[in-house]
Each structure stands twice: as structure tokens, then as C-alpha cells.
């Protein structure tokens, strides 16, 4: 760790200000009396990070672009060869940025040729044979092999977790856990799916995204005990809550019986947010909050006038009391958080945030049950429906009048 990542970390844990870092790092550039190379930026959410990430955004979205448009012109093995050249000018540029002293923009440029690998992957298995047209032609259709047709995309996914393991054994850059939380939260579910030939949807497909969402969330706290340097869990962390806001999508659209535990699981978010030191948790717990009081209104108390001043009389009470225990108890939030210098401590640790997982294993039997259930009532009302066009269709055809004989 270098004296400008020493600094951040310290701002980052409360030992230093933004206002102290940013002395010292002048300090430094008046001892250099300007012998020294220029020094980027610190890494925060300022506008050199911004650009950083505008930047990597357009050369992704050009190069897409360019291979959408000239995939057929340029062949597999042309496209292989376009991205193994640019992904080593990336890795070029990364040399080149780390020696000139500029570590977030060294970071961008190696997930630049790590953002090649897929595309690599995906032209080199076509231009070795081991992908075939016919192969593709087969796999389009709704019942294919399972083995044989996920071999691409599997292989496609792992290479790319490969290529940002050992890029972050190499650039101690956190965006780099990016496409590796991505393929934690989709493979699994994306396996499960093809392996049951679309047969998964409802219930059973929510408890499985449950099921994820809270082994990335292991994964993630795991991360946030052992690494201090930086923030490399903030992607699993988002990972895990967009899975658990799809699973439970999935539970509660399709089980109207569960909506009610909607309200108390939300308020644990919350909770686990502040322990947790996690704003993505607390997004998605009050996005559960507002998703309960929503089916409220427009199901429960559909029909009940008062509902509305009833909330807005709940959320004042609600604010008076948070007034009334900051007031009170000043150290209650400092104390669920523990000490910003060190990792978070969740009560229970990784058993806990794993119950959800277990929860869900339990109850995906009883999914399948109900995914049976609403698949039969579908087809029983497809039927009732077809049967009283038919006999729409056959009344009118005999109330119309006969041709009159000549």
C-alpha cells in the first residue's frame, strides 16, 4: 500500500480528514519543490473518477458497436484478433500509467482488457470448431441438451472470472470483483433455468434467487472482515441485493400468502444495514418498506379512506421517535455500527446472513407445488376459454339465416 491508498484508508475510517489528506499530499508536493511526476487525483466520487468512467463506458459501447456491425465482415477469427490486440494495448496502457504514478486510471484500463475476455473467448471457440453452427441451431430450439449447449456460455463466464482473479492478484483495483459478482448472482439461476427447460418460473424460481442473494451476501461479508485496503465487496454487496430483490419479486408476485411477512423482512434490512455499514442494504430494505405500504393501498385498504392519514400519522410518529432517541440516546447508531475503524460485526455473522439460504432450500419444494398448482389453473382457464369461444362460434354460425333456394 502506497502513502496516497495509506491516506485514503484513513479518511475512509474516520482517522483523518478529507481536509487533512489533501494538506499532506500538498505537503509533499511542496518537499518534491516540483522534481517529482504529477500524482493523480485520491480516489473518491469526484470528477476525475467520473471521467475515468465515462471514458471506459464509450470505449466499451464503440467497440460493442463496432463488432455488432462488422461481426460478419471480420470472421471469427478476425474478431479474436481484434480483441487479443486490444486487450494487450489495454494491458499496454496499464504498464505505462502504473510507472507515471496514476493507480485508478492503471485500474480502468486493466478492466478494459479484462471486459475482452468474453468476447475473445466467445470468437475463439467458434473459430476452433468447438462451437458450431449447427450446434447453435440445436440449442435454439426449446428442448435441447443441457451439456452440450451450455458449454459456451459456461465457458465464456469462467475465463472471465479467471482473467479478474488474476488481474486483481496484479492491480489492487475493487471495480475488478465487477464481472465476478455479476457471474455469482447469474450462473446458478441461469444453470438451474436451462437445466429444467424453462419449467422454472413463480415461486420456486424466487426461493432459488433467495438462495444466492444470501450466499453472495456471505461472500460479501466475508470480503468486508478480511480486506481493509479497500472497498472490493461494494459489487458483491449490489450483487446479492439485486438478487434478493428478484427472488423476491418472484415469491411474492406469484404467493399472495407471504406479501404480510413483506414488512418485518424489510425492517431487518434496515436494521442489518446499519451493522453492516452498507447503503445498498438500506436501499433495498426501504424499497420493501414502500413495495408493502404500495400493496396496502392499492389491495388491502383499497376501499378505506382513512389508510392515507393513518401512514402519514404512522411517519411523523416515526420521525418524532427517531428526534426523541437521537436526543436520548446519542451513542445507540454508534454502538449497532461498532467502531469505523474496523470491519463491520454482524450479530451471528456468517450463519446468519446464510439463514436466508437455508429458509429457501426448505421451502422450494413447497415453490414447486405451487409453480404445479398455478401452471394447471392456467390451463384449466386456457381450456374454460377456448370451450366458450367455441360455442360463441357455434351459436353464431347457427343463428345466421340459410341461403334462399332458387
Given at each position: 500500500m502506497n502513502e496516497i491508498e495509506l491516506l485514503d484508508t484513513g479518511v475512509e475510517k474516520g482517522i483523518i480528514s478529507a481536509e487533512q489528506r489533501d494538506a499532506l499530499l500538498a505537503l509533499r508536493g511542496t518537499t518534491d519543490a516540483g522534481s517529482a511526476a504529477p500524482h493523480e487525483v485520491a480516489r473518491a466520487f469526484n470528477g476525475v473518477t467520473i471521467a475515468y468512467g465515462l471514458g471506459a463506458l464509450v470505449v466499451l459501447f464503440a467497440f460493442g458497436w463496432f463488432l455488432v456491425d462488422r461481426w460478419r465482415v471480420l470472421g471469427d477469427?478476425?474478431?479474436f484478433g481484434l480483441t487479443a490486440?486490444?486487450?494487450?494495448?489495454?494491458?499496454?496502457?496499464?504498464?505505462?500509467?502504473?510507472?507515471?504514478?496514476?493507480?485508478?486510471?492503471?485500474?480502468?484500463?486493466?478492466?478494459?482488457?479484462?471486459?475482452?475476455?468474453?468476447?475473445?473467448?466467445?470468437?475463439?471457440?467458434?473459430?476452433?470448431?468447438?462451437?458450431?453452427?449447427?450446434?447453435?441451431?440445436?440449442?435454439?430450439?426449446?428442448?435441447?441438451?443441457?451439456?452440450?449447449?451450455?458449454?459456451?456460455?459456461?465457458?465464456?463466464?469462467?475465463?472471465?472470472?479467471?482473467?479478474?482473479?488474476?488481474?486483481?492478484?496484479?492491480?489492487?483495483?475493487?471495480?475488478?470483483?465487477?464481472?465476478?459478482?455479476?457471474?455469482?448472482?447469474?450462473?446458478?439461476?441461469?444453470?438451474?433455468?436451462?437445466?429444467?427447460?424453462?419449467q422454472s418460473n413463480g415461486v420456486a424460481q424466487g426461493w432459488r434467487w433467495v438462495v444466492v442473494a444470501s450466499l453472495i451476501a456471505a461472500l460479501a461479508y466475508a470480503i468486508d472482515r478480511r480486506r481493509r485496503d479497500d472497498d472490493y465487496a461494494v459489487w458483491f454487496w449490489l450483487a446479492a441485493c439485486v438478487a434478493a430483490f428478484i427472488g423476491a419479486l418472484n415469491v411474492l408476485t406469484n404467493d399472495a400468502s407471504l406479501r404480510h411477512y413483506l414488512a418485518p423482512v424489510a425492517l431487518l434490512m434496515v436494521v442489518a444495514s446499519v451493522y453492516l455499514r452498507r447503503r445498498t442494504v438500506l436501499a433495498l430494505g426501504v424499497i420493501g418498506i414502500f413495495a408493502y405500504l404500495a400493496w396496502l393501498a392499492n389491495d388491502v385498504f383499497k376501499l378505506t379512506l382513512a389508510f392515507p392519514l393513518v401512514l402519514a400519522m404512522l411517519g411523523v410518529a416515526i420521525i418524532i421517535v427517531t428526534v426523541w432517541l437521537q436526543r436520548r440516546f446519542p451513542g445507540v447508531v454508534r454502538r449497532l455500527s461498532g467502531d469505523p475503524s474496523r470491519p463491520p460485526s454482524f450479530p451471528g455473522g456468517v450463519l446468519a446472513i446464510l439463514a436466508p439460504a437455508a429458509l429457501g432450500l426448505l421451502l422450494l419444494q413447497d415453490g414447486h407445488r405451487i409453480d404445479r398448482e398455478h401452471r394447471?389453473?392456467?390451463?384449466?382457464?386456457?381450456?374454460?376459454?377456448?370451450?366458450?369461444?367455441?360455442?360463441?362460434?357455434?351459436?353464431?354460425?347457427l343463428k345466421q339465416p340459410l341461403p334462399a333456394r332458387r
Open positions: 477469427a478476425g474478431v490486440a486490444y486487450g494487450a494495448l489495454f494491458l499496454g496502457v496499464s504498464l505505462v500509467l502504473k510507472r507515471e504514478g496514476f493507480p485508478t486510471a492503471q485500474g480502468v484500463a486493466t478492466l478494459l482488457a479484462v471486459a475482452m475476455v468474453p468476447l475473445a473467448v466467445r470468437a475463439l471457440l467458434r473459430w476452433s470448431g468447438v462451437w458450431t453452427p449447427e450446434l447453435a441451431l440445436a440449442c435454439s430450439q426449446p428442448l435441447h441438451p443441457f451439456t452440450a449447449c451450455q458449454g459456451e456460455p459456461l465457458a465464456i463466464e469462467l475465463a472471465t472470472v479467471l482473467a479478474a482473479l488474476l488481474a486483481l492478484r496484479r492491480v489492487p483495483f475493487a471495480p475488478l470483483t465487477i464481472p465476478i459478482a455479476v457471474v455469482c448472482a447469474l450462473l446458478p439461476e441461469h444453470l438451474i433455468s436451462e437445466w429444467q427447460q424453462g394447471a389453473d392456467q390451463r384449466s382457464r386456457s381450456h374454460a376459454q377456448a370451450s366458450r369461444m367455441r360455442v360463441q362460434r357455434d351459436s353464431t354460425v
